[in-house]
């Protein structure tokens, strides 16, 4: 049969054709499952512009007419939250007729982040294993490594994972919560020259309620008190949700996925399984600094792929956090911690795996040679005073495609605006130059006699300036910052 016939079956939906009709009488011909989360599926249609949400109940959409209008009632609050136009969440244009969903517009070029996490050894592995990993490592380690690296490696992840805590913590920001936070329902484009992430399902979006909240999650992405039904979704359960997803991208393996999970238990009637207990809060944290009753064998070494902030962040919500709510770092901390990551992480050319160059002379992977790259090195300015510690730093590998340097570089992380694109680095005919690319900054830059003159068109930057002592850029605002940069490497 064909599967994406077996997809409509197993849910009780009709063939292709006809399809489900909207509640405007427009036919939508569902094709094959695009992602599930904790309430539903999601199809794709004939249209490309066109996505379908059906809700399950026991695996089976809904089509109880009370079920319908109570689902109905609770999307029509959507539109009284405050929801910016801004804000990347992928809202409902129709209902459903027949069925408890609704239509929604599909982001051209993106998938879910679950076909990063995805992967299936194939039965032939010749040619499929690259020669950078060691031919001895059994297959169940190499070809999960090799999609790791052919998925854009831990800086493409960072990226995602930045701008998913950034849109989670604009919601936040104006007091709603997601409520359902999985690698089903958060979507990132698909070229790796992006990292636009868009939330593909806004069932569960609301305002915190003091009194207990609604009972949805995906399994293993759930909060304990939500898993356990202590506590309904809140802010930090959002919050323990998006950990568990940046955890898992990151390292390859989840935060409870240790050797407790390979002790016998759970065959006597009520008692819980250890995985029933990592998603209750009841195993420790493969990391965790006291109990290492649960360590993990498996997944990436994680100074590899995570900065000390980053190890707090995620000790913090998976220790402390794990059993008090309250003690989570909250969203608004993540954006920075992750865009400070990414930006001093570099891709390798040889195997395409990223690291830190400050810790590093050569791949950890593949042991090629650090590549040279551009570094800028963001200080706050003080008249009459040397340049103190870097308050931001920033790593570019020189290739043929434009250099891009964003807000965060120049000036204080904001949520709004610090993916911002604000200067340019590029080659032409051989030699580099530097744009400005925002008006919302005065920029001056440091001459061939370390002169300060405006930052106007097109700058040529000599390599050799930049291998002896590095350019000076001033950028004028309200906290002055003075912008260092290098070539490093050869």
Same mark, same amino acid.
């Given at each position: ?73 609770? &999307? ?23 069925? %408890? ?9 993106? =998938? ?25 490592? #059994?297959? !169940? ?27 989670? +913590? ?88 240790? !050797? ?40 990436? #070494? ?34 920075? %911690? ?48 040397? &340049? ?5 730093? +920033?790593? =570019? ?40 690319? +925002? ?52």
């Amino acid at each position: 049969m064909n599967k994406n016939k077996q997809d409509l079956d197993q849910f009780g939906l009709p063939k292709p054709k006809p399809g489900l009709q909207d509640e405007w009488s427009q036919q939508h011909k569902l094709t094959k499952v695009l992602g599930r989360g904790g309430q539903g599926v999601v199809f794709r249609t004939t249209d490309p512009d066109l996505v379908v949400k059906c809700i399950l109940k026991d695996n089976q959409v809904v089509t109880n007419t009370a079920e319908k209008e109570a689902y109905k009632k609770k &999307l029509s609050k959507l539109s009284l939250y405050p929801i910016n136009p801004e804000f990347n969440i992928a809202k409902p244009l129709f209902m459903l007729k027949d069925q %408890a969903g609704y239509v929604m517009q599909m982001m051209q070029d993106m =998938h879910p982040v679950q076909a990063i996490l995805d992967y299936k050894i194939p039965k032939e592995t010749q040619g499929k294993i690259p020669g950078w990993l060691n031919s001895e490592l #059994p297959i !169940e380690i190499s070809y999960p490594l090799a999609h790791y690296a052919k998925t854009g490696g831990a800086k493409q992840r960072l990226a995602i994972l930045m701008q998913t805590a950034t849109e989670l +913590s604009k919601l936040h920001s104006v007091g709603l919560l997601y409520g359902d936070i999985s690698p089903e329902n958060v979507f990132c484009s698909v070229d790796r020259q992006f990292n636009h992430v868009w939330f593909i399902d806004a069932d569960n979006i609301r305002f915190d309620n003091p009194k207990r909240g609604s009972i949805v999650y995906t399994p293993g992405y759930g909060a304990p008190e939500v898993v356990t039904k202590q506590d309904g979704c809140r802010p930090q359960s959002d919050c323990y949700s998006f950990a568990t997803l940046a955890f898992k991208m990151l390292t390859m393996v989840a935060p409870f996925d240790g !050797e407790a999970l390979n002790e016998e238990g759970g065959w006597d009637e009520g008692e819980s399984t250890a995985e029933d207990k990592a998603q209750q809060g009841l195993l420790p944290f493969i990391d965790d600094l006291i109990d290492d009753s649960n360590r993990a064998k498996s997944g990436l #070494p994680r100074e590899l792929v995570l900065t000390p902030e980053l190890k707090i962040l995620f000790a913090k919500t998976f220790t402390e956090g794990r059993v008090n709510a309250w003690q989570r770092p909250t969203i608004h901390h993540w954006p920075e %911690a992750l865009a400070a990551a990414h930006d001093t992480m570099i891709a390798c050319p040889g195997c395409n795996m990223s690291y830190y160059p400050a810790d590093h002379q050569e791949c950890p992977y593949c042991e090629q040679s650090v590549p040279g790259y551009f570094q800028l090195s963001s200080y706050q300015w003080q008249p009459n005073n040397p &340049l103190q510690k870097s308050n931001w730093q +920033s790593v =570019h590998v020189a290739k043929d495609a434009p250099i891009i340097v964003p807000e965060r570089v120049l000036q204080e992380f904001t949520a709004d605006s610090h993916d911002q694109a604000v200067l340019e680095l590029y080659q032409l005919e051989g030699d580099w130059f530097i744009r400005h690319l +925002s008006d919302q900054h005065t920029i001056s830059i440091t001459d061939s006699q370390g002169v300060f003159k405006p930052l106007v068109g097109q700058w040529h930057v000599e390599l050799e300036v930049l291998k002896q002592q590095g350019i000076l850029l001033y950028v004028q605002s309200e906290l002055p910052r003075v912008i260092e940069l290098k070539w490093q490497g050869k």
